[in-house]
């Protein structure tokens, strides 16, 4: 197995804390002492950020999708894309 790869899932099992106390302890020197393998970690968490924040906005998307055909959205300024349902115009009162 390539080292580069056994570099990310060694990093990977250390960012999900599934390390023993004695890997992790190993992998903050090699992280003090190698600035390939500390960039490496932060190449790993800007990715998984970047899924998280993905998933996120999938999923911001679909609940914006389902209000929107509840005719529930109000929009945010400025946001075109969760306006209200124009066939559902809100109930004026006459006094």
Do not use: H
């Amino acid at each position: 197995m390539d080292q580069e790869v056994r570099d990310i899932e060694l990093l990977d099992n250390y960012l999900e804390g599934t390390l023993s106390k004695a890997d992790e302890d190993q992998v903050r020197k090699r992280l003090a002492s190698d600035p390939a393998f500390a960039s490496l970690l932060e190449d790993l968490k800007v990715m998984r950020k970047g899924i998280e924040l993905s998933g996120m906005e999938k999923k911001l998307a679909e609940l914006k999708e389902v209000d929107r055909e509840m005719g529930r959205v109000k929009p945010l300024v400025g946001d075109t894309t969760t306006q209200k349902d124009p066939g559902n115009p809100p109930v004026s009162r006459s006094g």
